[in-house]
């Protein structure tokens, strides 16, 4: 019986019949990965371009989308700082902290908000919600992909339209 028959039977594409998975790197991407990581181990903090750059300097030609695809093989990426998202702009007024031996006995006596940062492959989206603390009831929310105060006053004046609280509580005061 032909491979093509046998191959028809099975349901299976010739092609894959044919193929062989390259099984090992060659030797040139094997060096190419050690001094990769001798670069990565010295300054962790150098994504795919500055590596290449070193690479370079050390006589290697290589392309950018050959050490990216090797740095993700070897399960590497550059290490660097988070956004310092919660620093507080110097000219705002700090409100003091009113909740401290606060009681809570009554529902919309005390609402608070925050922002969420939803960590995505590619950028964040940001949660805001506002919540009765007596009753944690999620009064409003809103999803966004840009920090803007725009989604934050939107959910405000929704969960303002339930009724007005005594006390509006966020991270930075009340």
Same mark, same amino acid.
């Given at each position: 019986?032909?491979?093509?028959?046998?191959?028809?039977?099975?349901?299976?594409?010739?092609?894959?019949?044919?193929?062989?998975?390259?099984?090992?790197?060659?030797?040139?991407?094997?060096?190419?990965?050690?001094?990769?990581?001798?670069?990565?181990?010295?300054?962790?903090?150098?994504?795919?371009?500055?590596?290449?750059?070193? $690479?370079?300097?050390?006589?290697?030609?290589?392309?950018?989308?050959?050490?990216?695809?090797?740095?993700?093989?070897?399960? @590497?990426?550059?290490? %660097? *700082?988070?956004?310092?998202?919660? $620093?507080?702009?110097?000219?705002?007024?700090?409100? *003091?902290?009113?909740?401290?031996?606060?009681?809570?006995?009554?529902?919309?006596?005390? +609402?608070?908000?925050?922002?969420?940062?939803?960590?995505?492959?590619?950028?964040?989206?940001?949660?805001?919600?506002?919540?009765? +603390?007596?009753?944690? %009831?999620?009064?409003? +929310?809103?999803?966004?992909?840009?920090?803007?105060?725009?989604?934050?006053?939107?959910?405000?004046?929704?969960?303002?339209?339930?009724?007005?609280?005594? @006390?509006?509580?966020?991270?930075?005061?009340?």
């Amino acid at each position: 019986m032909s491979i093509r028959r046998c191959c028809a039977l099975l349901g299976v594409n010739r092609a894959s019949y044919y193929y062989k998975k390259s099984a090992t790197e060659t030797p040139l991407n094997i060096k190419l990965m050690h001094e990769i990581d001798k670069i990565y181990t010295k300054y962790p903090f150098y994504g795919s371009p500055r590596i290449r750059a070193q $690479l370079i300097q050390q006589g290697f030609n290589i392309n950018i989308k050959r050490v990216k695809r090797l740095m993700q093989k070897m399960g @590497i990426r550059a290490i %660097f *700082p988070e956004a310092k998202t919660s $620093l507080a702009n110097k000219e705002n007024k700090i409100y *003091p902290y009113l909740l401290n031996d606060y009681r809570i006995n009554k529902p919309n006596q005390v +609402w608070s908000t925050d922002i969420t940062y939803i960590r995505l492959r590619k950028g964040f989206l940001y949660l805001v919600a506002i919540i009765d +603390w007596f009753s944690r %009831f999620v009064l409003s +929310w809103k999803l966004s992909n840009t920090l803007d105060s725009y989604f934050c006053q939107e959910s405000l004046y929704e969960a303002l339209l339930i009724n007005i609280p005594t @006390i509006f509580n966020s991270d930075q005061g009340a």
